[in-house]
């Protein structure tokens, strides 16, 4: 017993120094380099190739419920498209939980940028309603759920019935999102503008929003999160603790603005997490934000 006692200190020290040790984070090739998953259908709301979305449905004969995903890669296409969010959007498939996965073009296509890749997001997402029924979809319910740049459309998405009326973004019969599930997502374009600091740098926020005209003199008045504010949509962010793209405070700072609102939004700050664990299926990060969708999706 007495050499037990001994050890307690040095044992304790141990523990403390694994805590303390940098965490080994995920990197994107070891995600990308597994074998992917396939989608059960594509289909196309425009011409262009990136103007897609891909369908993907659980065994049985539903209705099954259903998540909107959306894609980050700083909103340019030649950084991700919607196939980086194949390895969750499976897993979601496996636990009987039906996928919208959309994609759009990105600042770096032509026709991307204001408008485009708003006009983009939105038909993607509208197109759901009237392919509910062949695909045994419950669209009563929908949670959008966005990673990295796709954090902001998935929310954008969600407060589309606050955009300006003259707003060539505003559509008339928005479908509605009824919950949003943010996986280190940049809602705040103004303070992201502003953060030399993130992964995707301030340059693109420009190339997104596009540049200050008569008609448009206020570029953030229909593209930034926190402007349409109040949502009236609840909301869930998952942000790793050791996330070098999305810095912690730019979570914080949308979630002190929601809230102050009226918005009812919440922050789940993942330990020895980085952005990749994010969507990674057997991640802490992921584990917490399917227990998040269940739970919005009333599972």
Request: some cysteine; charged content about 20%; aromatic content about 6%.
């Amino acid at each position: 017993m007495k050499r037990f006692r001994l050890a307690l200190p040095a044992l304790a020290m141990l523990l403390l120094a694994a805590m303390t040790e940098p965490p080994k984070l995920l990197t994107w090739p070891d995600l990308t380099v597994r074998a992917r998953p396939a989608p059960d259908a594509t289909l196309r709301y425009g011409k262009d190739a990136y103007q897609k979305v891909d369908v993907w449905v659980p065994k049985g004969k539903g209705p099954f419920p259903v998540v909107l995903m959306v894609h980050g890669g700083c909103w340019q296409t030649k950084i991700a498209d919607r196939s980086l969010m194949n390895w969750i959007a499976d897993d979601l498939r496996k636990h009987g939980i039906a996928v919208w996965n959309i994609d759009y073009r990105g600042v770096d296509r032509p026709g991307g940028g204001y408008p485009g890749t708003f006009l983009d997001v939105a038909a993607a997402t509208d197109m759901l309603k009237a392919n509910a029924a062949r695909y045994h979809l419950a669209t009563r319910h929908i949670v959008a759920v966005g990673h990295s740049a796709g954090g902001h459309l998935a929310l954008w998405l969600a407060g589309r019935d606050k955009l300006p009326g003259n707003s060539p973004l505003r559509t008339a019969h928005p479908i509605k999102i009824a919950h949003v599930v943010s996986l280190g997502g940049l809602p705040d374009l103004e303070a992201t503008a502003a953060s030399p600091d993130n992964g995707c740098g301030t340059e693109v926020i420009a190339k997104l929003t596009g540049p200050a005209t008569a008609a448009h003199p206020d570029v953030f008045a229909d593209t930034s999160v926190p402007r349409l504010l109040p949502l009236g949509v609840p909301a869930d962010l998952v942000n790793g603790e050791n996330d070098r793209i999305i810095p912690m405070r730019l979570g914080t700072g949308y979630v002190d603005q929601a809230t102050r609102a009226g918005d009812t939004v919440a922050l789940h700050r993942i330990d020895r997490t980085g952005h990749v664990e994010l969507i990674a299926p057997e991640s802490a990060a992921w584990a917490e934000a399917k227990t998040l969708i269940n739970a919005a999706l009333g599972r």
